[in-house]
């Protein structure tokens, strides 16, 4: 099993701000994830990259995979209270196999 | 469409005793997952499903874990005995296909004393 590192694994900040989560592995996977959950809920779906090099922009957010498919970002500009949660990457191997990285919680302080 | 339906949402129990954990999965996903969730960790496959076969279980502690999907569709997962390591949240999935993404339930919080 491949593994995904995330960073930072905890962040918080002021609303307003920007922020970068990273997502990181040595191994290459066939698309990455980016999922969002709250507490006492499952995590959902938030955007699929699957080209190397993909930019996709959700709103505030923006995701990237490396050209070489081994890494990937989160941006989030203007961070609102509502940002808060835990952001969860995960890596497709074959088989439709999902491998999820530890997470980064993150606060968005009023 | 209906999300995933997971039952029960908590559950506490005595270490040594047996506990199930149900799922429906989103109708016509043919794939379906659960995953363990220790607190402060991303989530751990456990057992991959494709209709009623199973695709991948090598992390599951198969010596006191089982897994079982009756026709395709609904999904039960066993701890006996549980341990007090077994403490998380249980989420079960359900996919479409490939790079379609995951949708989750709201998992099953097992607490073992």
């Known amino acids: 099993t491949q593994l995904l590192e995330q960073s930072p694994q905890f962040l918080s900040i002021q609303e307003g701000e920007n922020l970068t989560v990273y997502c990181n592995s040595s191994s290459v996977f066939s698309s990455l994830q980016w999922y969002r959950q709250e507490p006492g809920e499952g995590p959902v779906l938030l955007v699929t990259v699957v080209t190397g090099g993909e930019v996709k922009k959700l709103k505030r957010l923006t995701f990237q995979f490396g050209d070489a498919r081994k890494d990937s970002s989160l941006h989030i500009t203007a961070a609102q209270p509502g940002d808060t949660g835990l952001y969860l990457c995960?890596?497709?191997?074959?088989?439709?196999?999902?491998?999820f990285g530890q997470g980064t919680r993150l606060t968005i302080n009023p | 469409e209906a999300g995933v339906a997971q039952s029960p949402r908590y559950k506490i129990i005595e270490k040594r005793q047996s506990v199930a954990f149900w799922c429906n999965p989103i109708?016509?996903?043919?794939?379906l997952y659960w995953y363990q969730q220790i607190l402060g960790q991303g989530p751990k496959l456990l057992i991959q499903f494709q209709n009623n076969g199973v695709v991948d279980d090598s992390q599951l502690p198969k010596d006191r874990f089982s897994a079982e999907r009756l026709k395709g569709v609904d999904s039960t997962l066993k701890i006996q005995p549980a341990k007090l390591e077994d403490s998380a949240v249980y989420l079960c999935?359900?996919?479409?296909?490939?790079?379609?993404?995951?949708?989750f339930g709201s998992g099953t919080r097992l607490t073992v004393v």
């Open positions: 999935a359900s996919s479409l296909g490939y790079r379609v993404g995951y949708t």
């Open positions: 995960a890596g497709e191997e074959g088989a439709q196999k999902l491998v």
């Open positions: 109708s016509g996903h043919a794939t």
